[in-house]
């Protein structure tokens, strides 16, 4: 008999996939209208962003293991983001009827070892599957400030050291890899899985630095977001939210460059190496990092690395003083 | 120039959208990586739910207006049906690039006369807008119980009254309508919507009794669900939940018919007018109603239908005490 959502039907499809899932902070399991969640101190954070087969990700590239980690993965950076413990996730699932059911198990355990991974004892505590025409995943996630205030966009001032915790640029490095071997040829993906695993996990299956929100609100962070967009771009919006201009240390970047040189083949043909200012782009502009940016009055706690200071001035993204141009990924620009 | 999402772009996208979308019970507005809702009891209820053009709605029907109002009040219902108050709704939209961003301010527009009609004061506190080849919407929500336990599908007991706020077999009465008229005949389908527009919003844009959520809880409601997959699915989960038998009263089901069989044009050619039979199994296994099922171990309160008695017994559902296969919608059931 055929393992296909649409042979099973979505009942007895949830009845596999569920007990997959961990729910460890639910106040209340799946079965009822909705769930229901501590929020300690009397207020919630939620974020929502959808995945979506084609934009956001290739059948041909990730495996469903990687989507289910990568949907958790970017969503908790979320609440990383704005200083808080991430407590919950609730997953819109839609998926075409040829979709076996099988392969939902393996997002759904894609799903619970990134929570187990990146915010232990935090799972999925609701969802919805539905029918669809291509595979898309809608995540919502909750979380605390534990009595905080939240990390804004807005409150860097002039002194703040900037610094950043995270990877920088391998993601748009492996995507740059992967567009040079395409959808069509399955063995050149597997080349490059076995060559470069552990770059290409950086976009398929990244960790982003969860807990060092936290850790970055409880040692005064001034402003903070998640690099999503590409470095300069994220940084234009602490420096225009902030009204304050972001200085970054050229030779920093230029370090961080140097890393995603040394992390790419030299030797494949149709994905040459890339230059130094290549590098460079990729570390400024790539985007999908989803580490995260932040501002600081004193020196930056364990793990973040120094990028640069907050200057007086117009909102501006300098690199030793210059201005540059901030550019970054607009999933509708004109291309 | 063209208004395209695709050549607007998302960021001008969202500068467009998010003005006109409320957001009056934000601790925090948009701009940030995530929002900031009150949780005034400590604990928050959430629900996600997704609309995907093609199998949850046609294009050919449903106007942006009514798809953003359709989201809403659906999602409402989910909080209303644990005994809770709506505090605030995320929305993940994505959308081909073909859009016009006029379409997508229309949803917005739905999205916020709605959350005014079903839920005042409460808005769209957050989303995402993400290309993709069709037009999705994935809604998450959350409440408080302000305190209350929350309404269970699982706290019906022998003796309670089974009662029901809403319409019944409308819903699907107005699907029938138009599968009845196509997708490609907009002379017909316009002629529909100046006929029947009380019918067809029953459909297309629903006004669920959220409010009668909490009226049932502070009534004492013991067991409760918004039916969306059908009346007799939906009592069957109370009824499995509880581990008991709702048995409904056939004289009652068959007053809703009747009022199903008025709705309904009596000089369609494409669409006879069904017979009292067909009317009762819109009433009985239609769908998408998204009223509340409830039960009470008193008189319900005000709004709500006496629809039958909770009785001790294996898990069932009656009518006048003779047990119906229960069935409805599964959105992979085999077709």
Not at 96 to 115: H, Q
Not at 196 to 206: I, K, S, T, W
């Amino acid at each position: 008999m055929s393992d296909d959502l649409g042979a099973v039907g979505e009942r007895a499809a949830l009845a596999r996939i569920i007990p997959r899932l961990r729910r460890a902070q639910a106040l209340l399991g799946p079965g009822d209208d909705a769930a229901l969640l501590a929020a300690p101190d009397g207020r919630v954070l939620l974020s929502t962003d959808a995945m979506i087969e084609g934009p956001d990700f290739r059948r041909a590239w990730s495996t469903p293991y990687e989507l289910g980690w990568k949907a958790m993965a970017t969503n908790l950076a979320d609440i990383a983001a704005m200083g808080g413990r991430p407590t919950g996730l609730l997953v819109a699932l839609a998926a075409p009827e040829r979709t076996s059911v099988a392969e939902l198990e393996a997002i759904a355990d894609g799903m619970a070892a990134a929570c187990d991974a990146l915010a232990p004892g935090v799972g999925v505590v609701g969802g919805d599957l539905t029918r669809a025409p291509i595979l898309s995943l809608s995540v919502t996630v909750t979380g605390s400030l534990d009595g905080r205030s939240p990390v804004l966009r807005s409150g860097a001032r002039p002194g703040d050291l900037v610094a950043y915790s995270g990877r920088l640029g391998l993601a748009a490095a492996a995507l740059r890899l992967l567009f040079a071997v395409g959808e069509e040829d399955a063995s050149g993906i597997a080349a490059l899985r076995r060559g470069r695993p552990e770059l290409l996990r950086e976009q398929l299956a990244p960790s982003p630095p969860i807990r060092d929100g936290v850790r970055a609100a409880e040692a005064g962070a001034t402003a903070m977001l998640d690099v999503s967009d590409g470095l300069l771009l994220d940084a234009s919006r602490i420096a225009g939210a902030s009204r304050v201009a972001l200085d970054l240390d050229g030779a920093a970047l230029e370090r961080l460059a140097a890393e995603v040189v040394a992390a790419l083949p030299a030797d494949e043909e149709d994905a040459p190496r890339p230059g130094r200012h290549e590098a460079l782009a990729l570390v400024l502009g790539g985007g999908e990092d989803h580490g995260l940016l932040a501002t600081f009055p004193d020196e930056p706690p364990a793990g973040f690395l120094r990028l640069g200071v907050v200057r007086e001035g117009l909102p501006a993204v300098l690199i030793d003083g210059a201005p540059v141009d901030p550019t970054g990924w607009d999933s509708f620009a004109p291309s």
